[in-house]
C-alpha cells in the first residue's frame, strides 16, 4: 500500500500509545476497496464504544492528522476487534436483501438513515450493478436515506 497508509498507521501507533494501548497490534488490510488499519489484540474492544462511538472519533482523528500530514491522501479505514468489518458485512447483507426486493417488485425501496461512511459503502457496493441506482438526497443532514431503484432500460 502506499505511503499515506504508512503514514496513517504511524499517527494510529503513536495515538494507541499515548492512551496506553501500545500492545495492540495495527495490520494493514483493503475493506470494501478502501484502505484500512485492524486493530488487534487483548482489549482492542475498548476502542470500539458504545455504538461504535470511541472507533469513530479514533478514525476521524487519524484522518484529520493525516490530512495534515499529506493532505491529499484518501481516507483510511480504522477498524478495531474486527468491528466495523462485521457491521458492514451486516449492511451489505441487508442491502442484498433490498436489491432482490427492488428487482422482484420493480419498486424502489428506502433504506434507513445512514452516515457518510455507510452510505459510501452501499453506493460504492453497487456501482457495477447495471440494474440497480441508487440516490441519496443532497442535503447536509449527517443521517440520510438511501433510495435503490431499478435502472430504466434503454
Known amino acids: 500500500m502506499a505511503d ?3 503514514s496513517a ?5 503513536e495515538t494507541l500509545d499515548r492512551l496506553g494501548f501500545g500492545e495492540l497490534e ?3 488490510e483493503n475493506a470494501f476497496g478502501q484502505p484500512a488499519l485492524q486493530v488487534t489484540g487483548k482489549g482492542a474492544e475498548a476502542l470500539v464504544g458504545p455504538e461504535g462511538d470511541r472507533l469513530d472519533d479514533l478514525q476521524y482523528l487519524v484522518n484529520r492528522l493525516l490530512s495534515e500530514r499529506l493532505p491529499d491522501s484518501p481516507k483510511i479505514r480504522v477498524d478495531a476487534a474486527r468491528h466495523r468489518t462485521q457491521q458492514d458485512e451486516a ?3 441487508g442491502v442484498k436483501e433490498a436489491v432482490e426486493q427492488v428487482r422482484a417488485s420493480g419498486k424502489p425501496v428506502q433504506l434507513p438513515p445512514m452516515n457518510s461512511y455507510h452510505r459510501r459503502i452501499v453506493h460504492n457496493a453497487l ?3 447495471k440494474t440497480i441506482l441508487t440516490w441519496s438526497p443532497p442535503e447536509k443532514q449527517r443521517m440520510k436515506q438511501i433510495t435503490l431503484m431499478p435502472a430504466r432500460k434503454k
Do not use: M, S
Open 4 to 6: 499515506y497508509v504508512a
Open 9 to 13: 498507521r504511524d499517527i494510529l501507533r
Open 26 to 28: 495495527i495490520q494493514e
Open 127 to 129: 456501482l457495477k450493478d
Open 91 to 93: 449492511l451489505l447483507a
